[in-house]
Nanobody, 114 residues
Framework: QVQFVESGGGLVQPGGSLRLSCAVS????????MGWYRQAPGKQREWIAL???????DYADSVKGRFTISRDNAKNTVYLQMNSLKPEDTAIYYC????????WGQGTEVTVSS
């Protein structure tokens, strides 16, 4: 079955950077648009970035200009480079397909705090 394994989270100070990775298995990765999502404490999961099979990207307004999504089809991996992090970026971050999402992985926790 399709599996997502997110990694790269941690504790970072405001203004800092992190690079998240999501290793994908169980599907033909290069065929699918992929997205990053996050769930902050007490809030619903929200979409924040996508990259389609052709490499085009789109972002939620809350992260536009600070986060960059990319993919490596040879490694079946999607990345999220996060710069200029803010306390409100604190959340658990997940990746999944954009269309017909599969079961969610465990996510990777990002805490932005001084």
């Amino acid at each position: 079955q399709v599996q997502f394994v997110e990694s790269g989270g941690g504790l970072v100070q405001p203004g800092g950077s992190l690079r998240l990775s999501c290793a994908v298995s169980g599907m033909i990765f290069s065929n699918y648009a992929m997205g990053w999502y996050r769930q902050a404490p007490g809030k619903q999961r929200e979409w924040i970035a996508l990259i389609n099979a052709g490499g085009s990207t789109d972002y939620a307004d809350s992260v536009k200009g600070r986060f960059t999504i990319s993919r490596d089809n040879a490694k079946n991996t999607v990345y999220l480079q996060m710069n200029s992090l803010k306390p409100e970026d604190t959340a658990i971050y997940y990746c999944n397909k954009i269309i017909r999402p599969s079961s969610w992985g465990q996510g990777t926790e990002v805490t932005v705090s001084s």
